[in-house]
Structure formats: structure tokens, C-alpha cells
């Protein structure tokens, strides 16, 4: 056995000491505890979850995957049904004469008040 080992072994007041000094420096418990409070030490020696990678990317990336899916679509790889059923009520609207409705622009402007 190394002498370090058996140093930790001695019960000499610096040897205890040294002991508690080498386990506060390497981040261990520095004095023998009980088993409820190992636990505790190991709950918080632990990496916070919020900072664990499963967390942090469990959402895919949507802005990244949308602008890929708008490329694809242009290219005819992906169908999006949602926005070809848009476009195509749009299309309509103004097949019928119904301008596309401007931002900020209200219904009751374009309305003729009988008088």
C-alpha cells in the first residue's frame, strides 16, 4: 500500500485533519456523515436539471425545421395542406373581385352607410 493510504488510515489528530483537508480540496464530504445525509450531499452535488442536455434540447428546433419544410415545399418535396388550402381561398377571394384585407385596415371603412 501507498503511504498515502495509510496515512488516511491513522487516527492522529493531523492525520484526521490533513484527511478532512484533502476531502474539502477534491470536493468530497470532509467528515464521516450518515446515510440520510449522503444522500442529501449527493442530491446536491448533482448537475441541476434544468441545466442536463435531455432537458435543454427536448424540443426540436422549429424555426430551423420550418424554414426547411418552406424550402422543401418550394421545391414540390412536401405538401403542406394548410397553406396550399390558404393560397387557394385566397385565390378564390380573388377570383370573386375581394381584395386581400390590409393590415390595420377596418370593415366598417369599406361599408357604404345609407343615409
Known amino acids: 500500500m501507498s503511504k498515502y493510504v495509510n496515512l488516511a488510515n ?58 426547411l419544410m418552406k424550402n422543401l415545399r418550394m421545391y414540390g418535396l412536401f405538401r403542406d395542406e394548410h397553406q396550399d388550402f390558404k393560397e387557394e381561398y385566397q385565390r378564390l377571394r380573388e377570383l370573386r373581385g375581394k381584395p386581400a384585407w390590409k393590415k390595420g385596415e377596418k370593415k366598417k371603412e369599406n361599408v357604404k352607410v345609407l343615409k
Not at 487516527?11 to 450518515?34: D, H, P, Q, W
Open 10 to 67: 491513522v487516527t492522529s489528530n493531523y492525520a484526521k485533519r490533513m484527511n478532512r483537508l484533502s476531502n474539502r480540496i477534491f470536493g468530497e464530504v470532509a467528515r464521516t456523515t450518515t446515510v440520510r445525509s449522503m444522500r442529501v450531499v449527493k442530491l446536491f452535488s448533482a448537475r441541476p436539471i434544468n441545466k442536463t442536455p435531455e432537458i435543454v434540447e427536448y424540443y426540436p428546433r422549429l424555426r430551423e425545421t420550418h424554414g
